[in-house]
């Protein structure tokens, strides 16, 4: 980094540091308040909703089973997404595994020279998402009470993502690389070293997200005392800005409409990006690159959030102060509605390599 550079970085960082400082030293109450809230909420919400999901997608990748199904998927990674078949399987762990796993696995594959630096700042655009746990068991079931919200909340998240990963990927100019994933159809690992292995990575990640929130959350306190708000809307919508999941949590419990959520699950928050910095420091993350790739999912996922809601699931309670007349019971139906996307996705994995042999 040029002095310049640092000069401005240092510029801009000292008077945030100060005003923080100063807000901690005289709020003590209100950082003690907010990290108090991090931990309860780590404890009762996060921890129960998140564990099992990092705990399967870490044994997935443990065992081997990720990269028999990124090897069954290469050819659509290579020829949709134009990157290399071996980033297959990280783009699906960063679909089901959560933020931080999808920013873990760019760094692995730089580090094995697998993908560009190009193409890691092409796939942070669409491989930093919300995964499963946090829509589904988070936000659906445990703020939200309605597992069908969580499930529309997926299917746009990966709706949205994919869209941005095949249009980026059409206005690439990278060359897509040489598959090198074992041609064994299975790949022999220990098991019992595969589950601890997964439960010791699941911990880990746990614990480092947790961390995140508590911290965030106690500074957010802080920041809602200092700056001046004329609405508690302003406030939540700082707090979403900032982390996702306390930010989430704000949102539901101020009923604002589903695509809202959606928005706010999808840009991550500022706490997610500093975890996706600190995972991929090979790369500049914090460019304007990358936060407009950020904002352009958070609309995205909002606006396919709408569309599900108005025309595939109509019988999803989206909060009242959005609610219209309901369209008669449609045909797709939550349930249905999965299954189809689960069907094609199988599809695609299982019937493409046959089609590429041939």
Not at 83 to 108: K, Q, R
Not at 219 to 232: H, K
Not at 321 to 350: R, W
């Amino acid at each position: 980094m040029s002095k310049t550079k640092q000069s401005v970085t240092f510029a801009l960082l000292l008077p945030v540091f100060c005003l923080l400082t100063a807000g901690v030293l005289y709020y003590p109450q209100e950082m003690s308040v907010g990290i108090s809230h991090g931990i309860n909420y780590s404890l009762a919400v996060l921890l129960p909703s998140l564990f099992p999901f990092m705990f399967l997608v870490s044994f997935a990748s443990a065992s081997g089973i990720a990269d028999v199904i990124g090897n069954r998927i290469s050819d659509f990674t290579n020829r949709v997404l134009s990157l290399p078949g071996d980033a297959s399987v990280t783009v699906v762990l960063s679909l089901i595994g959560g933020y931080p796993v999808g920013a873990v696995g760019i760094s692995e594959l730089l580090r094995k020279k697998r993908i560009t630096c190009a193409q890691a700042r092409r796939m942070l655009l669409f491989c930093v998402n919300p995964g499963p746990a946090f829509l589904i068991n988070t936000i659906g079931i445990t703020l939200l009470h309605d597992q069908r919200i969580g499930l529309v909340l997926l299917c746009a998240n990966t709706i949205s993502a994919l869209i941005i990963g095949v249009v980026s990927g059409v206005f690439s100019k990278e060359p897509q690389g040489e598959t090198k994933f074992p041609t064994a159809a299975i790949i022999d690992r220990n098991i019992p070293d595969a589950v601890v292995t997964a439960v010791k990575s699941s911990c880990g990640g746990c614990v480092s997200l947790c961390s995140f929130v508590v911290l965030f959350s106690g500074f957010s306190q802080v920041l809602l005392s200092i700056i001046p708000f004329g609405s508690d809307l302003y406030k939540v919508l700082l707090q979403a800005f900032l982390e996702a999941t306390d930010g989430a949590s704000a949102l539901c419990e101020m009923r604002l409409p589903i695509y809202v959520i959606a928005a706010a699950a999808a840009w991550g928050g500022v706490c997610v990006h500093l975890q996706v910095m600190a995972a991929v420091p090979e790369i500049k993350v914090m460019s304007a690159w990358f936060v407009l790739g950020r904002l352009t999912m958070a609309f995205l996922s909002a606006g396919v959030t709408y569309l599900i809601c108005r025309y595939v699931c109509p019988d999803v309670e989206v909060f009242s102060n959005i609610s219209e007349t309901a369209a008669a019971a449609s045909s797709l139906a939550p349930n249905g509605s999965i299954m189809l996307l689960v069907c094609c996705i199988m599809f695609l994995i299982f019937i493409m390599p046959c089609y590429s042999d041939n």
